[in-house]
């Protein structure tokens, strides 16, 4: 949340058209961090059980940076190749980041329903994992 305020000012500095779908990028930081506090406390319970869970999720970061259209535009990812995109929940955590700093709108409520569906899911389903087995972390680690 604090990095928006170095964000606007440096795009008022360079002179970027400031609109008022900016205004929704705190909810979009709330639902990206829901998602990699979720994922987090995933891998944070894999690891205690895995020690070589670190490594293989260094090399599962790069892949998945890679398969994520953030370098690159979706449009240009083949047609037939689509659908296998859209399965990837950053996609849609990225979409409602880019519709407001790129073009100054606010993503559809489809994006930003499928990614709150994800955010609330990895938060959901990290918190279960990570309770669930915390009376065995001591024994473990």
Known sequence: ??????????ALILGTKISFALLVLPLAVFLLTLF??????????????FADMIPVYEVVLTIWFYATPIIYPIE???????WLFRLNPMLYLLQIFRDPLYNGVVSSWEVWAIA???AVTAFLAGGLIFTSKSNEYAYRI
Do not use: D, K, R, W
Not at 1 to 10: G, Q, V
Not at 76 to 82: G, H, T
């Open 1 to 10: 949340m604090l990095s928006l305020i170095p964000l606007l000012l440096i």
């Open 36 to 49: 990699a506090l979720g994922i987090g406390l995933i891998l944070a319970t894999a690891a205690v059980y």
């Open 76 to 82: 240009i990812v083949p047609p037939n190749l689509l």
């Open 116 to 118: 709150a569906g994800f």
